[in-house]
Protein backbone atom coordinates (compact mmCIF):
# COMPACT_ATOMS: atom_id res chain seq x y z
CA UNK A 1 0.00 0.00 0.00
CA UNK A 2 1.20 3.43 -0.90
CA UNK A 3 0.38 6.77 1.34
CA UNK A 4 0.24 9.99 -0.54
CA UNK A 5 1.48 13.02 1.30
CA UNK A 6 -0.18 16.67 0.54
CA UNK A 7 1.96 18.83 -0.63
CA UNK A 8 3.34 21.51 2.26
CA UNK A 9 2.88 24.95 2.43
CA UNK A 10 5.76 26.95 0.36
CA UNK A 11 7.88 28.29 2.75
CA UNK A 12 6.73 31.99 3.15
CA UNK A 13 10.63 33.73 2.77
CA UNK A 14 10.63 32.46 -0.83
CA UNK A 15 7.17 33.45 -1.82
CA UNK A 16 7.88 37.33 0.00
CA UNK A 17 11.34 37.42 -1.38
CA UNK A 18 9.79 36.85 -4.81
CA UNK A 19 6.63 39.34 -4.12
CA UNK A 20 8.92 41.74 -2.80
CA UNK A 21 10.78 41.80 -5.69
CA UNK A 22 8.44 41.89 -8.47
CA UNK A 23 7.03 45.14 -6.71
CA UNK A 24 10.86 46.30 -6.12
CA UNK A 25 10.88 46.01 -10.00
CA UNK A 26 7.70 47.35 -10.54
CA UNK A 27 7.93 50.35 -8.36
CA UNK A 28 12.02 51.25 -9.83
CA UNK A 29 11.18 50.66 -13.69
CA UNK A 30 8.07 53.00 -12.78
CA UNK A 31 10.06 55.85 -10.96
CA UNK A 32 12.97 55.72 -13.64
CA UNK A 33 10.34 55.64 -16.85
CA UNK A 34 8.16 58.56 -15.31
CA UNK A 35 11.73 60.27 -14.74
CA UNK A 36 12.57 59.42 -19.04
CA UNK A 37 8.97 60.80 -19.87
CA UNK A 38 9.33 64.16 -18.10
CA UNK A 39 12.68 64.92 -19.38
CA UNK A 40 13.05 63.26 -22.59
CA UNK A 41 9.22 63.06 -23.80
CA UNK A 42 9.69 59.20 -23.72
CA UNK A 43 7.79 56.92 -25.05
CA UNK A 44 7.04 59.51 -27.81
CA UNK A 45 10.52 60.49 -28.77
CA UNK A 46 11.35 57.20 -30.19
CA UNK A 47 9.01 57.07 -33.18
CA UNK A 48 10.92 60.78 -34.03
CA UNK A 49 13.46 61.18 -36.45
CA UNK A 50 17.50 61.40 -35.34
CA UNK A 51 17.36 64.65 -36.74
CA UNK A 52 15.01 65.45 -33.09
CA UNK A 53 16.40 62.56 -31.06
CA UNK A 54 20.08 62.86 -31.29
CA UNK A 55 20.27 66.78 -30.63
CA UNK A 56 17.24 66.31 -27.75
CA UNK A 57 19.70 63.20 -26.24
CA UNK A 58 23.00 65.48 -26.67
CA UNK A 59 21.12 68.40 -24.65
CA UNK A 60 20.06 66.14 -21.99
CA UNK A 61 23.45 65.45 -20.84
CA UNK A 62 25.66 62.84 -18.90
CA UNK A 63 22.51 62.83 -16.49
CA UNK A 64 19.69 61.62 -19.48
CA UNK A 65 22.57 58.81 -20.01
CA UNK A 66 22.67 57.63 -16.63
CA UNK A 67 18.74 57.51 -16.58
CA UNK A 68 18.82 55.39 -18.70
CA UNK A 69 20.88 53.19 -17.48
CA UNK A 70 19.00 52.86 -14.22
CA UNK A 71 16.03 52.38 -15.83
CA UNK A 72 17.21 49.15 -18.03
CA UNK A 73 18.85 47.66 -14.92
CA UNK A 74 15.23 48.40 -12.47
CA UNK A 75 13.50 46.60 -15.29
CA UNK A 76 16.14 43.76 -15.22
CA UNK A 77 15.12 43.09 -11.49
CA UNK A 78 12.13 41.03 -12.68
CA UNK A 79 14.47 38.59 -14.12
CA UNK A 80 14.63 37.52 -10.53
CA UNK A 81 11.22 36.69 -9.74
CA UNK A 82 10.05 35.28 -12.70
CA UNK A 83 12.71 32.84 -12.33
CA UNK A 84 11.78 31.91 -8.32
CA UNK A 85 7.89 31.90 -9.64
CA UNK A 86 7.63 27.87 -10.27
CA UNK A 87 9.31 27.07 -7.40
CA UNK A 88 7.40 29.07 -5.40
CA UNK A 89 3.99 28.12 -6.88
CA UNK A 90 4.96 24.49 -6.09
CA UNK A 91 4.61 23.88 -10.12
CA UNK A 92 8.38 23.59 -11.29
CA UNK A 93 7.32 20.39 -12.94
CA UNK A 94 4.61 22.38 -14.93
CA UNK A 95 5.82 21.91 -18.66
CA UNK A 96 3.55 25.26 -19.85
CA UNK A 97 5.41 27.02 -16.87
CA UNK A 98 8.45 26.01 -17.69
CA UNK A 99 8.57 27.04 -21.07
CA UNK A 100 6.51 30.41 -19.91
CA UNK A 101 9.18 31.28 -17.84
CA UNK A 102 12.09 30.72 -20.15
CA UNK A 103 10.13 33.20 -22.27
CA UNK A 104 9.51 35.81 -19.93
CA UNK A 105 13.13 35.29 -18.32
CA UNK A 106 14.60 35.82 -22.35
CA UNK A 107 11.79 38.84 -22.74
CA UNK A 108 13.71 40.70 -19.49
CA UNK A 109 17.15 40.04 -21.39
CA UNK A 110 15.84 41.49 -24.83
CA UNK A 111 14.30 44.57 -23.13
CA UNK A 112 17.49 45.18 -21.40
CA UNK A 113 19.73 45.12 -24.26
CA UNK A 114 16.99 47.63 -26.03
CA UNK A 115 17.31 50.25 -22.82
CA UNK A 116 21.42 49.92 -22.59
CA UNK A 117 21.72 50.87 -26.21
CA UNK A 118 20.95 54.49 -24.51
CA UNK A 119 23.93 53.98 -22.63
CA UNK A 120 26.41 52.87 -24.59
CA UNK A 121 25.61 52.98 -28.86
CA UNK A 122 23.48 56.32 -28.78
CA UNK A 123 26.11 59.09 -26.51
CA UNK A 124 28.43 58.14 -29.68
CA UNK A 125 26.03 58.65 -32.32
CA UNK A 126 24.45 61.48 -30.72
CA UNK A 127 28.31 63.33 -30.35
CA UNK A 128 29.05 62.30 -34.08
CA UNK A 129 25.94 64.29 -34.71
CA UNK A 130 26.48 67.14 -32.92
CA UNK A 131 30.15 67.72 -34.21
CA UNK A 132 30.15 66.25 -37.91
CA UNK A 133 29.16 68.09 -40.57
CA UNK A 134 26.31 67.53 -43.32
CA UNK A 135 28.05 64.06 -44.85
CA UNK A 136 29.26 62.78 -41.03
CA UNK A 137 25.58 63.63 -39.94
CA UNK A 138 23.73 61.59 -42.80
CA UNK A 139 25.60 58.36 -42.33
CA UNK A 140 24.95 59.47 -38.37
CA UNK A 141 21.16 59.15 -39.21
CA UNK A 142 21.63 56.19 -41.03
CA UNK A 143 23.43 54.30 -38.59
CA UNK A 144 20.53 55.73 -36.13
CA UNK A 145 18.03 54.18 -37.97
CA UNK A 146 19.71 50.93 -38.33
CA UNK A 147 20.42 50.75 -34.08
CA UNK A 148 16.88 51.94 -33.31
CA UNK A 149 15.52 49.11 -35.47
CA UNK A 150 17.38 46.45 -34.30
CA UNK A 151 17.84 47.13 -30.52
CA UNK A 152 14.71 49.15 -30.02
CA UNK A 153 11.73 47.80 -32.28
CA UNK A 154 13.27 44.74 -32.95
CA UNK A 155 14.55 43.34 -29.48
CA UNK A 156 13.13 45.66 -26.96
CA UNK A 157 9.50 46.54 -28.09
CA UNK A 158 8.31 43.66 -30.24
CA UNK A 159 10.54 40.36 -29.08
CA UNK A 160 10.34 41.73 -25.63
CA UNK A 161 6.95 42.77 -25.01
CA UNK A 162 5.85 40.02 -26.40
CA UNK A 163 7.55 37.62 -24.25
CA UNK A 164 6.64 39.16 -21.18
CA UNK A 165 3.17 39.19 -22.72
CA UNK A 166 3.29 35.34 -23.42
CA UNK A 167 5.08 34.84 -19.71
CA UNK A 168 1.83 36.86 -18.15
CA UNK A 169 -0.97 35.17 -20.34
CA UNK A 170 -0.01 31.79 -19.83
CA UNK A 171 0.93 32.53 -15.76
CA UNK A 172 -2.36 33.70 -15.57
CA UNK A 173 -4.16 31.04 -17.52
CA UNK A 174 -2.22 28.71 -14.67
CA UNK A 175 -3.46 30.20 -12.04
CA UNK A 176 -7.50 30.01 -13.40
CA UNK A 177 -6.61 26.78 -14.05
CA UNK A 178 -4.78 25.62 -10.57
CA UNK A 179 -6.55 27.88 -8.05
CA UNK A 180 -2.70 28.83 -6.86
CA UNK A 181 -3.44 32.66 -6.59
CA UNK A 182 -6.88 34.66 -6.76
CA UNK A 183 -8.60 34.05 -9.71
CA UNK A 184 -9.35 37.67 -9.98
CA UNK A 185 -4.89 38.18 -10.44
CA UNK A 186 -5.79 35.32 -13.03
CA UNK A 187 -8.80 37.33 -15.13
CA UNK A 188 -6.59 40.50 -14.98
CA UNK A 189 -3.36 38.85 -16.01
CA UNK A 190 -5.22 37.86 -19.68
CA UNK A 191 -6.99 41.61 -19.86
CA UNK A 192 -3.98 43.20 -18.97
CA UNK A 193 -1.80 40.59 -21.56
CA UNK A 194 -4.36 41.35 -24.47
CA UNK A 195 -4.01 45.25 -23.80
CA UNK A 196 -0.61 45.38 -24.02
CA UNK A 197 -0.41 43.06 -27.19
CA UNK A 198 -2.40 45.99 -28.83
CA UNK A 199 0.60 48.34 -28.83
CA UNK A 200 2.61 46.02 -30.97
CA UNK A 201 0.48 47.38 -34.02
CA UNK A 202 2.39 51.08 -33.05
CA UNK A 203 6.07 48.89 -33.13
CA UNK A 204 5.30 46.83 -36.60
CA UNK A 205 4.14 50.61 -38.07
CA UNK A 206 7.35 51.59 -37.89
CA UNK A 207 8.37 48.69 -40.20
CA UNK A 208 5.32 48.59 -42.64
CA UNK A 209 3.80 52.42 -42.00
CA UNK A 210 0.32 51.76 -43.24
CA UNK A 211 -0.01 49.09 -40.29
CA UNK A 212 -3.22 50.13 -38.06
CA UNK A 213 -1.96 51.51 -34.90
CA UNK A 214 -3.93 51.87 -31.98
CA UNK A 215 -2.65 54.55 -30.15
CA UNK A 216 -3.47 54.66 -27.18
CA UNK A 217 -2.42 50.84 -26.46
CA UNK A 218 0.72 51.74 -25.99
CA UNK A 219 0.53 53.35 -22.62
CA UNK A 220 -2.75 51.54 -21.32
CA UNK A 221 -1.18 48.28 -22.04
CA UNK A 222 2.29 49.25 -20.43
CA UNK A 223 0.03 50.49 -17.23
CA UNK A 224 -2.05 48.01 -17.06
CA UNK A 225 0.73 45.39 -17.09
CA UNK A 226 3.12 46.63 -14.86
CA UNK A 227 -0.53 46.90 -12.33
CA UNK A 228 -0.34 44.02 -12.69
CA UNK A 229 3.11 42.46 -11.99
CA UNK A 230 2.36 44.81 -8.79
CA UNK A 231 -0.36 42.93 -8.02
CA UNK A 232 1.32 39.89 -8.20
CA UNK A 233 4.01 40.81 -5.61
CA UNK A 234 2.02 42.16 -3.13
CA UNK A 235 -0.34 38.93 -3.53
CA UNK A 236 2.61 36.56 -2.91
CA UNK A 237 3.41 38.69 0.27
CA UNK A 238 0.43 38.44 2.08
CA UNK A 239 -1.08 35.17 0.72
CA UNK A 240 -0.21 31.72 0.38
CA UNK A 241 -0.04 30.05 -2.49
CA UNK A 242 -2.65 26.92 -2.94
CA UNK A 243 -0.46 24.17 -3.37
CA UNK A 244 -0.98 21.06 -6.19
CA UNK A 245 -3.49 18.25 -4.85
CA UNK A 246 -1.28 15.27 -4.97
CA UNK A 247 -2.96 11.89 -5.96
CA UNK A 248 0.08 10.49 -7.18
CA UNK A 249 0.31 6.51 -8.42
CA UNK A 250 2.52 4.01 -7.23
CA UNK A 251 5.74 4.41 -8.97
CA UNK A 252 4.98 7.65 -10.42
CA UNK A 253 5.99 11.12 -9.06
CA UNK A 254 4.99 13.68 -11.34
CA UNK A 255 3.39 16.60 -8.96
CA UNK A 256 5.94 18.61 -6.76
CA UNK A 257 6.12 18.16 -3.07
CA UNK A 258 4.52 14.70 -3.05
CA UNK A 259 5.92 11.73 -0.37
CA UNK A 260 5.67 8.30 -0.52
CA UNK A 261 5.69 5.88 2.69
CA UNK A 262 6.19 2.76 1.33
CA UNK A 263 3.86 -0.17 3.06
CA UNK A 264 6.18 -2.53 5.33
CA UNK A 265 7.85 -5.36 3.78
CA UNK A 266 6.83 -3.89 0.19
CA UNK A 267 3.35 -4.73 0.27
CA UNK A 268 1.39 -4.32 -3.48
CA UNK A 269 -2.43 -2.28 -2.86
Known amino acids: MTTTHPASPTPSAPRRLTGLLFLLGTLAFGTAASILSATFDWPDILREDAAVVLPAFTAGGSTLAWTWFATAWAYSILLVPILL ?29 GF ?12 AYETGDAATRAAT ?9 FGGALLGEHLGQLGAIA ?27 FIYLLNQGDVVATAIPDFPVLDIAGLLG ?33 DI ?13
Open 85 to 113: LPRVLGRSGNPALHVATIVGAGSVVFSLI
Open 116 to 127: LRWFFVVPALAR
Open 141 to 149: EAAWLAQHQ
Open 222 to 254: STSWGLWIAALGITLILRRVRQPDQRAAVGTNT
Open 167 to 193: WSATLAVIILRTGALPRWLGWTGLASS
Open 257 to 269: GTTRVPSPAGARS
